[in-house]
RNA sequence: GCACCCAUAGCUCAGCUGGAUAGAGCAACUGCCUUCUAAGCAGUAGGUCACAGGUUCGAAUCCUGUUGGGUGUACCA
């Protein structure tokens, strides 16, 4: 926070006075653990304007700089290293005026009065959720609570694609192998019952398309012509004149989708502001094509098709309108991206997708770019990396997907086997102990993916469960549930302030709260949860020697006490801010 | 073919705009529960940062090339 600035003004004025020099705003590092000191200068820069050696010029600034400033009480030279011993007066300074009141510190006003909207999610209707989508729903609703830790108004929001020749293919299937099967009568969750036909009409296809191949037709043409393939083409001809049976079973069907998202949606701890349907913006788009016509952005072929050339950006010619003036994909998204900002007049939007779409973000911002649509500038992909197996990637339709709901019933049992291992479940009712396992599950897996930085991909090993001891959630939960339990021990305390000297641990936990701010700060700037996931790692790393080497509510001066427990308090609140951005469940015992 | 992304300990990952002897966790081995929760703490061992050049006082980090892996490049979504 403010030591920063004050040590980098300090070293401004000391090349003024020392040498008659300006220079721009130093860089300061962390001070290495295995030296003496908090933050470090590193000289080797500054020579030309010293003009004298780097050990010199180090001590040089090093003496101006503890005769000039409060709050430097010490300092050591090594090599070209300047090392900055920060006074515990400053620390403890910090602790009473900051930390006794945490909440000062868990926000910042970075996005203060600024809209941004944030997509995410965006399933398909035609089969239930697996790993990936929950790394996406994940990623965005912890992006949305970092965006809204800094300030941000947030709008959470949900395109689900509840129309295509996918969600065809499951229609058709049910029509003709359902025989009036419902989640009711088969006691499925509707979107697996939903999905359970989607693998069926592939099956069927599949058999098909074999079939014609062994009565001579090469498999190209087979796979167009297989008679089911054609069928579900009819009934998205169907569906798109709004035919009456065909838009029934669409909406029940996608009614039982929706049913069994919201379960799953509501197990992750995910929620939206927003929902746009693809079904009422697919149509959307083909105006702004028109526009780009006009303006001379895209151009049209022989055949009415309409495209744009981005070969000067290194990027393809894309296909904006098919010959026959239907839409693709693209379009849709640019009369979407138009139609949220007429809603919202948000001037940042958020797309979070998957890294297999950049090619077609990096054309949907040029289209919108060049259009001058006033939002533009604020548009981002936040690009996320593939869950894969070990044996490669997930298909849905190849059986090879870690279904959602499974994985959480899977985490939430090995939740319960350990907790029992551990003997820790007395006085606990089933519902508190079911309760328990489910956030301890539910902590374990979301810290597994959100602690991974969000460009890489991650690997997902079904035969090895998720950690529960080390770097992983429950470790996290473990420690806030310690403290919970030390506050609840402590009985009555206050805490005015201090200002004698502080143990290293108390002093090394201080500087963890102290970078809180900035990690907040740099995880919105970076839309980036890695960054409070590994921020709150190190800080209850720190808490956990603390807690083992020093006394709390047995430490027998009374201000060390007030202090201890005060700081015991400040890092429960700063480890339930980051819980909250990252969407973990706080458990109070454990 | 072209474009983009990735490569750090046996495994999973950190390493901010270049800075000191590259850090954690898991797995292996050692200690620490008659004191506040041992899902913890402390320690040992484990590295040619894919490879080769270059820039720099200084490179895991920046540039070029090579290798290996992934993704995209459809009148699909």
Known sequence: ?????????????????????????????????EFEGDY????????????????????????????????????????????????????TDFANEYLTDASQITHTADGKDTRIMVEYSSPNTNKPLHLGHIRNNLLGYSVSKILEHNGYEVIKANLINDRGIHICKSMLAW??????????????????????????????YKQEIDDLVASGKNKEEAEKQAPLLLEAQEMLRKWEAKDPETIRVWEMMNGWVYAGFEQTYRRMGVSFDQFYYESNTYLLGKDIVNEGLEK??????????????????????????????????????????????????????????GNEQDYHFKVLFSILNKL?????????????????????????????????????????????????????????????????????????????????DPGKR?????????????????????????????????????????????????????????????????????????????YVYDLVKSYNRFYHDLPVLKEENAEKRNLRLMLSKATAEAISACFAMLGIPEVEKM
Not at 23 to 32: A, F, G, N, Q, V
Not at 331 to 353: C, H, N, W
């Open 1 to 33: 926070m403010k030591i920063e600035i004050h040590l980098k003004e300090q070293l401004q004025l000391a090349f003024r006075e020392l040498y008659q020099e300006e220079i721009e705003s130093p860089k300061l590092d962390k001070t290495r653990p």
């Open 40 to 91: 470090t200068l590193v000289v080797f820069p500054y020579l030309r304007q010293s003009k004298t050696g780097p050990e010199q010029t180090a001590q040089n600034l090093g003496n101006w700089i503890l005769n000039h400033s409060d709050w430097v009480s010490d300092f050591n030279v090594i090599k070209g290293f300047l090392n900055l011993v920060i006074a515990d007066s400053y620390w």
């Open 175 to 204: 029509m003709k192998f359902g025989a009036g099967e419902t989640p009711e009568s088969s006691g499925l969750k509707g979107d697996h019952l939903v999905g359970k036909y989607y693998v069926a009409f592939d099956k069927a």
């Open 296 to 353: 001379g952005i895209l151009y049209q072929k022989e055949d009415g098709s309409v495209w744009i050339d981005l070969t000067s950006e290194k990027l393809d010619q894309k296909l904006l309108l098919r010959s026959d003036g239907t839409s693709v994909y693209m379009t849709q998204d640019l009369g979407t991206a138009d139609l949220k900002f007429q809603e919202y007049q948000m001037p940042r939007s958020i797309y979070v997708v």
């Open 372 to 452: 001058e649509r006033p939002y533009a500038e604020g548009l981002y992909h936040l690009s996320y990396g593939m869950v894969d197996l070990p044996s490669g990637k997930m298909k849905s339709r190849e059986g090879t997907v870690v279904d959602a709901d499974d994985l959480m019933d899977e985490m939430h049992q090995t939740a319960d086997t350990i907790t029992r291992e551990l003997g820790k479940i007395e006085g606990l009712s089933e519902e508190e102990l079911y309760s328990l396992f489910e956030k301890i599950g539910m902590g374990a897996l979301k810290y597994f993916l959100l602690k991974v």
């Open 458 to 534: 991650i690997l997902f090993d079904p035969k090895e469960s998720i950690d529960f001891q080390g770097n992983t959630g429950p470790f996290l939960q473990y420690t806030f549930a310690r403290i919970n339990s030390l506050q609840s021990n402590a009985g009555d305390w206050s805490f005015g302030s201090y200002t004698g000297a502080l143990e290293a641990q108390e002093k090394d936990l201080i500087r963890y709260l102290h970078d809180l701010p900035g990690t907040i700060r740099a995880a919105g700037k970076n839309y980036s949860p890695a960054l409070i996931a590994n």
